[in-house]
């Protein structure tokens, strides 16, 4: 069965074989593990939603509808962080403007990456999670897309600007 398909797969879960579930989230928890902690440097959060996510993805599996499992998949883990986000408003600003501290100190990293880190930051939480989900988890600008309920097109110019903010960003700080 490890060769079918994520969509044949899920097609397969949604209609009652939990057990090839199993298979689904050894392909994806890691992908899904590591959008969540770029997007909240959390570690414990984002195995906490990282497991919640595959218990969303079981519980609605009913609402897969044969598109593409991986652009369905990071729509409920970016949900299931805006929610937790929400939820935890008195903690938290809005997802929208939430900017996080790096939590790794700079000998632990090289500079560069350090520096880089910091700049992606400083980027609005939009800009950010579109880098992250695009340049880091290598999801495609039509999957994107779908994830974001836009265009390829407007989410391939979303990025491109993303990219010149972050350049920017990284470059002002840069001493010559």
Request: charged share 30%; net charge negative; hydrophobic share 35%.
């Amino acid at each position: 069965m490890e060769e079918h398909t994520d969509e044949a797969l899920m097609t397969e879960v949604a209609q009652g074989n939990l057990d090839l579930l199993r298979i689904l989230f050894e392909r994806h928890h890691v992908h899904i593990f590591n959008f969540l902690y770029q997007m909240s440097h959390d570690r414990m959060l984002s195995e906490d939603l990282t497991q919640e996510t595959f218990y969303k993805l079981m519980k609605y599996r009913s609402s897969y509808n044969n598109g593409k499992f991986v652009s369905w998949l990071f729509t409920i883990a970016r949900n299931t962080l805006k929610t937790h986000y929400t939820r935890e408003k008195e903690k938290f600003r809005d997802l929208e403007g939430l900017e996080h501290q790096l939590t790794e100190s700079a000998e632990d990293k090289n500079e560069n990456l350090s520096k880089l880190a910091m700049a992606i930051e400083k980027l609005g939480q939009s800009d950010k999670e579109l880098l992250v989900l695009n340049r880091l988890q290598e999801i495609k600008y039509h999957e994107l897309a779908e994830i974001l309920n836009s265009t390829p097109g407007a989410i391939k110019t979303k990025v491109s600007r993303a990219l010149k903010k972050l350049k920017a960003i990284y470059f002002e700080n840069i001493e010559l």
